[in-house]
Every structure is written in C-alpha cells, then in structure tokens.
C-alpha cells in the first residue's frame, strides 16, 4: 500500500520505516529541510536501537522517500498520517497548531479522496477539529472531494520503538467508517498474524485511550515514588516493598520503580494536556494533578540528598566550586531524549549553588551541547570513568545498562569524598558501604538515615 507521512520525529521516521519494511511504499515529509537532507545521506536524526539500518535498508531499496514538497506528499497516496509534535502550549494543553497546518496543506492539495490519520497524540475533539478544517477549505476548492480522520495513537516506547511498532500490543483504530477501518486492517495485517491486536472504536474513545495510557503508566510512577518518599520517613526500604507488592499479579512488577521523576516528550506533557482538558470542561482531575506535583517534586530528590550531605542549610556556599560526575542526562536509558529528563533539573540546581559538573551519558551528550552549549560549569566526558576524574562526589540520573557493575574501587579511588547519589537504585546499599561508599539512593530509609 502506499502511505505518506507527516513529521518524521520519533514515531514518523520509525513507525514509516517499518511500515517500509512490512514491503508498503512511503513518503515521509518533514518541514526540516536539514533533517531531510540528513535522511537522504544516511544520516539518522535520533538515537533508537535498530533505527539505522531500517532506514537505510528500506530507502536503498526505495521503498521510502524523504521530501519537504508536502504537495508530493499528498499526490503520493490514499494514506494520509500526521506525525507531527503536539507540544504544550503556554497554559499546558497540547499545541494544535502543526496537526492543522498539515490539515491545511492536505486540504489544499487533494485531488483524489484520501483517509487522514492521526498518529500524534491529541486531545478528544481533535479529529472533528481536523474535519472541519479540512471541510471548510475543501469546500471553496472541490466539494465533491471526500475523506474521513481516523484516530490511530502510536503507542511505541522510545529506546524500543522499532521493536515496539514491529511487534506492537495493540492498534487502536478509531473510526466510524467501515470503509476506513478495512483499509486500517489492510495497512496493519502484517503486524497482526500471532493474535488480533487490532481494537477498533469510536475516534473519541481512541483518542483518550492515548491519554488514558500515559497517564495511567506516568500515576504508577508517581504513586511509587510517593512510596519510596514515605519509605523514607518511616524507615523502610522501597526495593523490599516493590518486591512484595509486584508479586501480586493485580499489580505487577512493571513501571514501579522508584527514581527521580519520570521525564521524556510524552509523560509531562500528555498529564498536563488532560489536565487542561478536564479543567476547561470544569472537571477537576485530582489524581492526574496529585501525579504531576509528586514528579515535580521528585525530580528535586537528588538535589535534597545533595544538599542534606553537604549541609547546605547550613552553608548556602558549601558546594560552589566542588565537581560533581554525572552518568546519565537522557530521561532514560537507551534513547538521546533530554526532553523535561531529571537530570536537567540536577544540572540547573547544580549550577544555581556555584557546583560544576562533568557529564557522561552513552547517546545525549550532543544533545545535551546543543540545549547548553559551552559552559565553564559543564564538561562533558568521553566514558563514564574519565568523568570521575578528580569530582567530588558522582550522581547517577539514568540506568543505563554500562552502569550497572561499575568498578566501584575506581570509583572510590577517584572521587574526593567516597559519596554516590543515585537517582535509579541501580545498586545494593549494603554491598556499597561494605565497599565505603555513602551510598544515598531514593526510598531506602535505612541507608539514608544512616547517613544524617
Ligand atoms: N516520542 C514518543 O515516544 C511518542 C510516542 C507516542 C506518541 N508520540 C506523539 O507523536 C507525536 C510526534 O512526536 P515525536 O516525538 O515524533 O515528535 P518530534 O518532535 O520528534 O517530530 C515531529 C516532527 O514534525 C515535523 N513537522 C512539524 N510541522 C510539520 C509540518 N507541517 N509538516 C511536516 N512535518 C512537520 C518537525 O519538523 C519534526 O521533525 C506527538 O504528538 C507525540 O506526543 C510520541
């Protein structure tokens, strides 16, 4: 089938390349003259695993094509997707304003009748946004032109979204038209052999079943960090507890760690997005703002150890001028994402006490220059023990897999003070104070009040 597609961003460019794959032929179009330009070289503009060779093998074949002409794009196929951001707007709800312009260009290009597909994530209301946009310019145009918007939210997690969008969970399909929904199933039938995952409803249910997903997985988090908080208080240890609670299979043991705050493109915004949606249709939703505050809060955790140890309370100034390592500035691990990660806020924190710090993280130190540029307070090293190199003290804000079995002697011998802050839990209290370390990490009560 031919497909095209609108902002090759994390889920266009991945969710086109493995369409590209299944054998369709599709057009991806960006605004980015640059990023296209990139692509057509090879280049791949984001970090994901298995994105590369996908891309590469699929436009060598020409099964892909990268353009900034969106009237090609239209021309191309039946199978209209808009992949474009939805970022927050200045009061918090989700920006309409690229999912219309591709609208727009649609309407003003279409010379045959085309299905429009949502791929980005919008607030419930945006596909008959999206329709009468459309109506409005076709009518002036050629009303006899027909189409329908079908609500499809991607659902792939960065770190493992080729994988994600090859094997995916389900598909919702949102749409009132069968016709649609056929050409949908078409589409998907080779992502849909071992078992039906395709969910087919009304455009407004899959729209909030989007929202309701996030922001499900963004409460699991926070709920588990207010734990890890009260853990903390009462003296106990929030890794025994997650593990007696996981067992339960009503609960799981997955997305209940705790750490310091969750982060990325996705989580921050859409909570927010519904928030602003509920609040204009007067409807408080109190858990869903419960959810954001703790995350606000928790992505301070870090600096509260930081400042606990090294008195600050006591003197503002302790810590300008010390070097903290840092290992990890991606929200999490095995992406180049910093977009709302907790490490950012470490960073401002760090730099607004006079503090300096040296940064290694495997995938998002270029994009960690490109938000901050050149900065005496900020160097960025080349492997995660040259960052250790005479620092005062390490934080560790990502799990990424190379942290786990660090060589804590090293780290030891390297370090001024013998003192790790560890925003992920990636390690055993007992085994790091049998090595002499301080060993501060989120929700262990013992090991953190031992230290006060
Ligand atoms: N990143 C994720 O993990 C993820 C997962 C699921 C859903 N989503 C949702 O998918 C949508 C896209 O997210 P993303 O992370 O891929 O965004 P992104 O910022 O990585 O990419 C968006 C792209 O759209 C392009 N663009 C903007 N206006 C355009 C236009 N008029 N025509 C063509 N291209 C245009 C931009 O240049 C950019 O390349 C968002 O709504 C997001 O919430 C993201």
Redo the contacts with the bound molecule.
Sequence with gaps: MKVTF?????????QAAVLADAGHDVCC????QE?IDKLKEGVI??YEPGLTALVQENYNQGRLIFT?D?KQGVEFADLQFI?????PDEDGS?DLK??L??AE?IASHMTSNKIIIN????PVGTADKVTSHITSRLEARDPRLSFSVVSN??????GS?VADCQKPDRIIIGTESSEAEEVMRELYAPFNRNREKIIVMDVRSAELT?YAANCMLATKISFMNEMANVAEQVGADIEAVRHGIGSDPRIGYQFIYPGCGYG???FP??VQALIRTTDSLGYESQILKAVESVNYRQKNKLFEYISKHYQLDKNPQAIAGKTFALWGLSFKPNTD?MREAPSRVLLELLWKAGAKVQAFDPEAMEETQRIYGNRVDLTLMGTKEAALANADALVICTEWKNFRAPDFENIKSELAEPVLFDGRNMFEPKILEEKGIQYFSIGRGLSVKGKE
């Excluded at 179009?29 to 980015?32: C, K, L, S, T, Y």
């Excluded at 992949?83 to 970022?87: L, R």
């Design positions: 609108y902002g090759i961003g994390y889920v266009g460019l991945v179009v960006d605004v980015d990023k503009p984001i900034t969106a992949a474009v951001g939805t970022p989700a690229y999912v312009k591709v260009t791929k980005s994530t919008v939210p991607e659902f792939l997690k960065e979204a989007k990325g493109s996705c915004k859409d994402d």
